[in-house]
Each structure stands twice: as C-alpha cells, then as structure tokens.
C-alpha cells in the first residue's frame, strides 16, 4: 500500500520546490535558528496543501519493522565484532 507513494521522490521533490518558491529570495541568513524558523514558517504555509500518503494507515507498521531490522542489523554488527 505505501509502495505507490514511496516508489518516487516526487513527494518531497514536491516539497522542495515550494519551499524554495517560499524561501528562494532570503539572501541573507543570520543564524541557523533563523533559517529553522523560515523552514518552520514555509512548512506550515504549505502543510495544508499537501496530499495525504497513499496507505498512511501502515505507517506505524512500517517505522515498526524498520526498527526492527536496525536493531537486527547491529546486534548481527555486534556479533561479528565480538568474534
């Protein structure tokens, strides 16, 4: 189900390019809080224009098997040095 949106980086290419339309013309920033705040700024301006991932439903399935197998792959990581 989630494959239809993940198989592309449309979404965030997407992404992207609003925020750059919203941030393009800031030639100058102070600090990095500055820029988080123009970031923070420009996300929520587009937040609402966004569409919702195909099978957001699995989302929790998938951080869960994710985590899953990066604990699998540094306890493997961990055996291998210990040997």
Known sequence: KLGTSFKT????????SQIGR????????KNSNQKHR???TAL????????RVKGFKFLPFLRQTLTREIENKDDRKAERSAA
Not at 22 to 29: A, F, I, K, N, Q
Not at 44 to 51: F, G, T, V, Y
């Open 38 to 40: 123009w970031l923070e």
């Open 22 to 29: 919203l941030t393009g013309r800031v030639s100058h920033w």
């Open 9 to 16: 980086t449309n979404c965030i290419e997407s992404l992207n």
């Open 44 to 51: 929520l301006d587009i937040e609402p224009r966004l569409k």
